[in-house]
């Protein structure tokens, strides 16, 4: 596997690092769904009209502060799903319930207790024994239906960034957008649901990011851009 950095990322991470500009999301769609969780329903009326990863994570980090696992987890999955506020609500609502479905009748199903569990362990080991660990737990024996890399690094992401969107220890996101771009345009093939291809992912922005004073959650956040348009 190559790791030769691609010249438009090479380009981007010399200079100054950017904050992510906000963007605008949709609320009626996530009100429908999260409709029985009046925590998560405080949360949604108190994120800003548009989101980014900075609000995002402190969204996320005050919710977790206060103990509460559901609401700092839409909050990520707000950001995550982006514009796309529809399919993002319904398919969250499917993670919450676990159901077999995946249909618009989950919105009836109650949420499965396990889940706040199961998330609250993958945050807890990502500020505890780092990203890899993290992922692989999310992964395998931590797993929850339906939630699968693209949107648990998410999770991991926002949980970890303990000290901001920057964090050295901040878990990257490694999604199908992320995992596209380092096809193409850099050659590099990596899939998204194995460990070892994380670990390599973590290696290569870590090595990336070193020659510009970069974290690799910065690398991460300038690939992302790339790939989204976002960042």
């Known amino acids: 596997m190559t790791t030769r950095i691609p ?19 949709t609320k009626q769609p996530w009100l429908d769904q999260m409709h029985d969780l009046p925590d998560v329903l405080s949360l949604l009326d108190r994120l800003p009209a548009d989101v980014s990863r900075l609000s995002t994570r402190d969204a996320v980090a005050a919710e977790l502060d206060a103990g509460r696992v559901l609401p700092a987890f839409i909050a990520a999955m707000v950001w995550g799903w982006g514009t796309t506020a529809g399919m993002g609500a319904l398919r969250t609502r499917w993670i919450l319930t676990q159901t077999r479905a995946k249909g618009t009748d989950a919105v009836s199903e109650v949420v499965d207790p396990s889940v706040v569990d199961l998330l609250e362990a993958g945050a807890k080991s990502g500020r505890a024994d780092g990203a890899l660990e993290a992922f692989r737990l999310m992964n395998n024996e931590g ?29 990257p996101i490694f999604d199908d957008r992320i995992v596209g771009w380092l096809k193409d345009p850099g050659g590099i093939r990596l899939e998204k649901n194995r460990t070892e291809s994380y670990g390599e992912y973590l290696d290569l922005l870590a ?25």
Not at 156 to 161: D, E, G, H, K
Not at 216 to 230: D, M, N, S, W, Y
Request: glycine share 8%; no cysteine.
């Open 207 to 231: 090595s990336w990011g070193e020659p510009y004073g970069r974290t690799r959650a910065q690398v991460e956040t300038e690939i992302f851009r790339l790939a989204t348009g976002r960042g």
């Open 143 to 171: 797993r929850v239906l339906h939630l699968r890399s693209s949107y648990f690094t998410k999770w991991l992401y926002f949980t970890s960034a303990v000290e901001g969107p920057d964090d050295p220890n901040a878990a």
């Open 7 to 25: 010249a438009v990322l090479a380009e981007a991470l010399d200079g100054e690092a950017r904050p992510q500009s906000p963007f605008p999301w």
